[in-house]
């Protein structure tokens, strides 16, 4: 697990970030200027003035285009709609920029093929940012998953980002909660139980979609997926059963400030050492593959 306690020896890790939406400002913004891994140097939007808002509490640069951004960073973060983000990623990709991406890697399965096949010819650092993954609870829960034998385990992501508000964005509406939550629980359950060989999917993922995942090894698990449910917290649960009691990994009530400086120093190491980990742009493929096995029902 990454000590973050250690201090920074390095010199921090200049990043441009594209888009400033919500989840830039929240997150991205916030995070990459804290340091001391990393700097926010400059924000690109397609609204000027969106841009502006996002960089100005940490004295970046707004670029007034695309170009401008990469001339200027040696790392690029992303945090766009998975259609744009697959198409600008492979100009940052050309012009040999470390990349800190958002999930899913693309829009489609192709767009993100070829993408990660971009990055693995280009030989640059990419990360995903996987918020899960992260923190130090999720971090505890794999590593005891992976001592258990497990038959069969039941999961769920849900929320009400869909019925309104900041989240309820346009890529979300149209592809629902199998895009934009599925990467999470098919990546926590693919790393707790092994490998999924095979997804099958019922229901409509702008409503509710339920995945049966079969595993190597032949432990099955259930993944109910909605954005459009009212309920009181939006989270995850898994829950792992075999011989042993139970294993449970709940979001509900984790403080993910526990989880930001563990990514940013991942990054950080990544891009400095030329070696990305383990949630690298392969990984973002993956998960993609598994998503669109599963859109196939």
């Known amino acids: ?33 804290a340091g001391p891994e990393t700097r926010l140097t400059s924000v690109w939007a397609r609204r000027e003035e969106a841009a502006r808002e996002t960089a100005a509490p940490y004295g970046a640069d707004v670029a007034a285009d695309f170009d ?6 040696e790392a690029v973060a992303f945090s766009v709609p998975p259609a744009i983000q697959a198409e600008l990623a492979l100009r940052a990709v050309k012009a040999g920029k470390a990349l800190l991406l958002e999930k899913p890697l693309g829009g489609d399965l192709s767009s993100a093929r070829r993408l990660a096949d971009a990055i693995e010819e280009a030989g640059v650092v990419s990360q995903l940012v996987l918020s899960n993954r992260y923190h130090p609870a999720a971090r505890r ?18 929320s009400g980002a869909f019925l309104g508000g900041d989240f309820a964005t346009p890529w979300r509406l149209e592809h629902g909660a199998l895009l934009d939550v599925g990467p999470h629980l098919l990546d926590l359950l693919d790393a707790a139980i092994g490998p999924i060989e095979r997804v099958r999917s019922a229901g409509d ?31 995850t649960h898994i829950e792992l059963f075999g011989s042993e009691p139970p294993l449970v990994y709940d979001t509900t009530g984790l403080d993910y400030e526990d989880a930001w400086p563990v990514l940013r120093r991942e990054f950080a190491t990544a891009v400095r050492t030329g070696v990305s980990g383990e949630l690298d742009a392969r990984r973002g493929l993956r998960l993609q593959e598994l998503i669109a096995q599963a859109a196939r029902g």
Do not use: Y
Not at 68 to 73: A, Q
Not at 143 to 151: D, P
Not at 206 to 230: D, K
């Open 68 to 73: 401008e951004l990469l001339e200027g960073c």
């Open 205 to 235: 993922p702008r409503r509710w979609i339920e995945l049966t995942c079969e595993h190597e090894g032949g432990a099955v698990s259930q993944c109910s997926l909605s954005g459009s449910v009212n309920v009181p917290e939006g989270g």
């Open 1 to 33: 697990m990454t000590d973050i306690s250690l201090p920074w020896t390095g010199e921090p890790v200049r990043v441009g970030l594209v888009g400033a939406g919500p989840w830039a400002r929240a997150v991205h913004a916030r995070v990459l200027a």
């Open 141 to 158: 829960f794999l590593a005891a998953a992976r001592k258990l034998e497990v038959a069969g385990a039941r999961s769920c992501g849900l």
